[in-house]
Structures are given as structure tokens and as C-alpha cells.
């Protein structure tokens, strides 16, 4: 393998593309393993929704477990290029994981403020693992992100939260794949929504592309937000949100308008989900697809399963982004099951166990 140095890697968004971002001769150019992700079809799932052409974009696969790192790659880039020493991020804990590791790639100090009590605690362990700072704040993540914007106002510390165009630049990069793989745009898009920076970034992606006569269509947008965190669905922000979905535990979004306009131009929908189907959603995809996301990646495949039958999809292509591992979120995949089976080391007692005798 060849070395070479850290400013000319030939791999990456950053690198492949670079004609679509704000790359400029003065930014480092640089590669954690981001985006390429795959684009996985459906077996079982397919068959349920009645649906033949339906694929999982897995965004769990970037280098952090999450969709955040093609976004933060550019976002970093740019900090370094215009001399930042520190980024900043308020985060319900996969931007706070990303931040902390492309901080840590290139040298930067990472600062994360996030809702005590309220992150995933593998999400928490890769900011804490990547020597970020880490601040539990006592309150949510609305509350976070409102001082994290005053703070990067006052100090000179880069704001990597999605207010960062260069982080929806680099977050559109999936929509380019997902057109690059299929041939064309797929017909429906189901995605989660939080913050709704990702929903503004995908639809930013498919319209350059189409403009660019890239794609001859663009999808209709479909995204989910949780019942207890829906802001958008209501019209107006909550106060309190709660949900199981801790990623999406967000009650005033910053991408608000991003995500109506995603929504209104492509004739798509934001809508809700509960809880219940959410991890009715998250135990389907574990169980019949092979595919372990986290609870807050369900949502939007909840939202097939509960908005499906009305679409007519069977002779439609719809991509579902799955936007997080769920590893990030152990205690979520084993709270139905804490109590492992225990059995003696013994050949017979294994075999009873396993009602093979
Ligand atoms: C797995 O990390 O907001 O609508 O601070 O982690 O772009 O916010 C995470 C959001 C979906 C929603 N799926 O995306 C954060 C944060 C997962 C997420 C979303 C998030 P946006």
C-alpha cells in the first residue's frame, strides 16, 4: 500500500465530489472511510409492503455508524481551511460521535453539548473515546443548540451542527449514490426526521441532479418524525418532546423550512409515527432484513409499513435511508430481553435448551 500524505487522499466525497462541494484548492482533502455506503434490496420487507423494488440505504455504514460523517467531513474541511482549532456541536449523540472523530482526524479540540440523560450510551462512549468535551446539559436538545449557537457567536469555535451549510452539502452527497446506483431517482424516499437538516440535504441532491440532467426524475419525499417529537406534523414546536427514538427527541428543528419545502416541491409528506411502531419497525428490520438500526432509522420504515398499502407501490422504486447503527443503542435492543438463558457447560442441558432432545 502506498502512503500518502493526509491532504491529497483520492478517496472520499471530498474527493469524488469535489465539483459539487465547496472544495476549494486551499482545503485539506481528507478520508475517514465516509459515504459509498451500500444500497441493500429488500427481501421480506419487500414482500410485506408489497413492493418488489424497495432498498435499504445503509447510512449506518459510514466510518462513525451514522449518516452524520458526509456531512462533517466537509464541515471539518472547511474549519481547518479557514483556521478553526475547535468545532463545536449541540447533538442528540451521532453529530456529537462524527464531530469528535473528524476533530480528532485532523487535530482539532471537540466540544458537544448534549441532553443529560438523553443519548445512546455508544454514542456517548464514541465522543468520550474520541477525547471530545463532553457537557451534559440539564435540558434538551432544543436547549442545547440554542446556547451552542450563542457560544460559536461569541468565541471563535466552528459550528458543526447542520446550521452549517457545508454540512448539507456534504450530506446530499447519498442522494447522488442512490441515483449513481439506480440509473435514476428512485420514486419514494422514507427518511427520518430530527433536526431536518438530512431531508433538505437529500432533496438539495436530487434536484442538482436533476437540474444537472443527472436524473430524469426526482423522488417524492417521504419523511417521519416521532409521534411525541413532531413538530413539523403539528405545525408548531413542542415543548417536552418524548420519544424511544432518542436521535429524534427534537421539538423545534432547525431545517423546519428545509424539510416543508423537501416536502411540498416533490408532492411528498412529513408525517408521524408512534413508538410502537417505530420499534415494531426496529424489531421487523432486525428480524426479517438482517438489518440492526437504531430506533430513530425505523421510523421512516414504520412510515412504509403504516403509509403503503395507500401508495400503490408494487411497480415503484422507493429507497428507505437507514441513518444509524444500532449497536450505538444497546439498551434499547436488549431492554425486552435482559435475561440471558443460562444453562450448565454440559452437552445435554445445551441440547434440552435448545429443544433439540
Ligand atoms: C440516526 O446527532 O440531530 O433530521 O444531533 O441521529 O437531519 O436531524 C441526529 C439526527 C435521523 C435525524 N436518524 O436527522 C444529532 C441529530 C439518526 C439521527 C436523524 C438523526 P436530521
Same mark, same amino acid.
Given at each position: 500500500?502506498?502512503?500518502?500524505?493526509?491532504?491529497?487522499?483520492?478517496?472520499?466525497?471530498?474527493?469524488?465530489?469535489?465539483?459539487?462541494?465547496?472544495?476549494?484548492?486551499?482545503?485539506?482533502?481528507?478520508?475517514?472511510?465516509?459515504?459509498?455506503?451500500?444500497?441493500?434490496?429488500?427481501?421480506?420487507?419487500?414482500?410485506?409492503?408489497?413492493?418488489?423494488?424497495?432498498?435499504?440505504?445503509?447510512?449506518?455504514?459510514?466510518?462513525?455508524?451514522?449518516?452524520?460523517?458526509?456531512?462533517?467531513?466537509?464541515?471539518?474541511?472547511?474549519?481547518?481551511? @479557514?483556521?478553526?482549532? &475547535?468545532?463545536?456541536? !449541540?447533538?442528540?449523540?451521532?453529530?456529537?460521535?462524527?464531530? #469528535? $472523530?473528524? =476533530? +480528532?482526524?485532523?487535530?482539532?479540540?471537540?466540544?458537544?453539548?448534549?441532553?443529560?440523560?438523553?443519548?445512546?450510551?455508544?454514542?456517548?462512549?464514541?465522543?468520550?473515546?474520541?477525547?471530545?468535551?463532553?457537557?451534559?446539559?440539564?435540558?434538551?436538545?432544543?436547549?442545547?443548540?440554542?446556547?451552542?449557537?450563542?457560544?460559536?457567536?461569541?468565541?471563535?469555535?466552528?459550528?458543526?451542527?447542520?446550521?452549517?451549510?457545508?454540512?448539507?452539502?456534504?450530506?446530499?452527497?447519498?442522494?447522488?449514490?442512490?441515483?449513481?446506483?439506480?440509473?435514476?431517482?428512485?420514486?419514494?424516499?422514507?427518511?427520518?426526521?430530527?433536526?431536518?437538516?438530512?431531508?433538505?440535504?437529500?432533496?438539495?441532491?436530487?434536484? @442538482?441532479?436533476?437540474? &444537472?440532467?443527472?436524473? !430524469?426524475?426526482?423522488?417524492?419525499?417521504?419523511?417521519?418524525? #416521532? $409521534?411525541? =417529537? +413532531?413538530?413539523?406534523?403539528?405545525?408548531?414546536?413542542?415543548?417536552?418532546?418524548?420519544?424511544?427514538?432518542?436521535?429524534?427527541?427534537?421539538?423545534?428543528?432547525?431545517?423546519?423550512?428545509?424539510?416543508?419545502?423537501?416536502?411540498?416541491?416533490?408532492?411528498?409528506?412529513?408525517?408521524?409515527?408512534?413508538?410502537?411502531?417505530?420499534?415494531?419497525?426496529?424489531?421487523?428490520?432486525?428480524?426479517?432484513?438482517?438489518?440492526?438500526?437504531?430506533?430513530?432509522?425505523?421510523?421512516?420504515?414504520?412510515?412504509?409499513?403504516?403509509?403503503?398499502?395507500?401508495?400503490?407501490?408494487?411497480?415503484?422504486?422507493?429507497?428507505?435511508?437507514?441513518?444509524?447503527?444500532?449497536?450505538?443503542?444497546?439498551?434499547?435492543?436488549?431492554?425486552?430481553? &435482559?435475561?440471558?438463558?443460562?444453562?450448565?457447560?454440559?452437552?445435554?442441558?445445551?441440547?434440552? $435448551?435448545? =429443544?433439540?432432545?
Amino acid at each position: 500500500m502506498i502512503s500518502r500524505p493526509s491532504n491529497s487522499a483520492r478517496e472520499g466525497i471530498l474527493h469524488r465530489y469535489r465539483d459539487r462541494l465547496p472544495v476549494t484548492d486551499a482545503t485539506p482533502m481528507f478520508y475517514l472511510g465516509e459515504g459509498e455506503t451500500p444500497l441493500v434490496l429488500s427481501r421480506r420487507l419487500a414482500e410485506r409492503v408489497g413492493c418488489e423494488r424497495l432498498y435499504f440505504k445503509l447510512e449506518m455504514c459510514n466510518p462513525t455508524g451514522s449518516f452524520k460523517d458526509r456531512g462533517m467531513v466537509v464541515a471539518v474541511a472547511k474549519a481547518v481551511e @479557514e483556521g478553526a482549532k &475547535a468545532v463545536l456541536c !449541540a447533538s442528540t449523540g451521532n453529530t456529537s460521535a462524527s464531530a #469528535a $472523530a473528524y =476533530a +480528532a482526524h485532523c487535530g482539532l479540540d471537540a466540544f458537544v453539548l448534549v441532553p443529560r440523560g438523553n443519548i445512546a450510551r455508544g454514542k456517548l462512549a464514541q465522543a468520550v473515546a474520541h477525547g471530545a468535551r463532553v457537557l451534559a446539559i440539564q435540558g434538551n436538545f432544543d436547549a442545547a443548540l440554542e446556547i451552542a449557537r450563542e457560544i460559536s457567536g461569541r468565541h471563535p469555535v466552528a459550528m458543526v451542527n447542520s446550521i452549517n451549510p457545508n454540512r448539507i452539502q456534504g450530506q446530499k452527497t447519498a442522494a447522488f449514490e442512490i441515483v449513481d446506483a439506480l440509473g435514476d431517482a428512485p420514486d419514494l424516499l422514507f427518511i427520518p426526521v430530527g433536526n431536518a437538516g438530512n431531508i433538505t440535504a437529500y432533496w438539495r441532491g436530487f434536484v @442538482e441532479y436533476y437540474q &444537472a440532467e443527472i436524473a !430524469a426524475r426526482k423522488p417524492r419525499m417521504m419523511g417521519w418524525q #416521532a $409521534a411525541g =417529537a +413532531a413538530p413539523i406534523v403539528r405545525g408548531e414546536p413542542v415543548e417536552n418532546p418524548e420519544t424511544v427514538a432518542s436521535a429524534i427527541r427534537i421539538g423545534n428543528p432547525a431545517g423546519w423550512k428545509g424539510a416543508l419545502a423537501a416536502s411540498n416541491e416533490s408532492g411528498g409528506a412529513i408525517d408521524a409515527v408512534t413508538d410502537d411502531e417505530i420499534m415494531a419497525a426496529y424489531h421487523l428490520l432486525a428480524q426479517e432484513e438482517g438489518i440492526f438500526a437504531e430506533p430513530a432509522s425505523a421510523a421512516c420504515v414504520a412510515g412504509l409499513l403504516k403509509a403503503g398499502p395507500s401508495l400503490e407501490l408494487a411497480e415503484k422504486t422507493v429507497v428507505c435511508i437507514i441513518t444509524g447503527h444500532g449497536l450505538k443503542d444497546p439498551e434499547t435492543a436488549l431492554a425486552d430481553q &435482559a435475561e440471558m438463558t443460562e444453562v450448565p457447560a454440559e452437552l445435554d442441558a445445551v441440547e434440552r $435448551a435448545m =429443544a433439540l432432545t
